[in-house]
Nanobody, 113 residues
């Protein structure tokens, strides 16, 4: 039972990225799923979450309108679309299944000119 993130990288301010979270051993479509991020020396913070039904989403105030969380239950995937990236979005991004206490290893996003 695990989640594995991918899709991070180095981009310039204003660019877009899509992070992917592949769940295995459980159905991500039946669970609330979330994305967190962490900068060295700071606490991990919740960026976005999607309810098990997919009806409800929540976002960190600073990413609202720029980031979109979505799921593809058939592929057992959860995505984080990130648009108009800013330097302050630089962090390691983690996929999290709260109900199962699962965390991935993280994928690094660097936004820099």
């Amino acid at each position: 039972v695990q989640v594995v993130e991918s899709g991070g990288g180095l981009v310039q301010p204003g660019a877009s990225l899509r992070l992917s979270c592949l769940a295995s051993g459980f159905s991500s479509g039946s669970n609330r799923m979330a994305w967190y991020r962490q900068v060295p020396g700071k606490a991990r913070e919740a960026v976005a979450a999607i309810s098990s039904s997919g009806v409800t989403t929540n976002y960190l105030a600073s990413v609202k309108g720029r980031f979109i969380i979505a799921r593809d239950s058939a592929k057992n995937m959860v995505y984080l679309g990130m648009n108009n990236l800013k330097t302050e979005d630089t962090a390691v991004y983690y996929c999290h299944a709260p109900g199962l206490g699962l965390w991935g290893e993280g994928t690094l996003v660097i936004v820099s000119s």
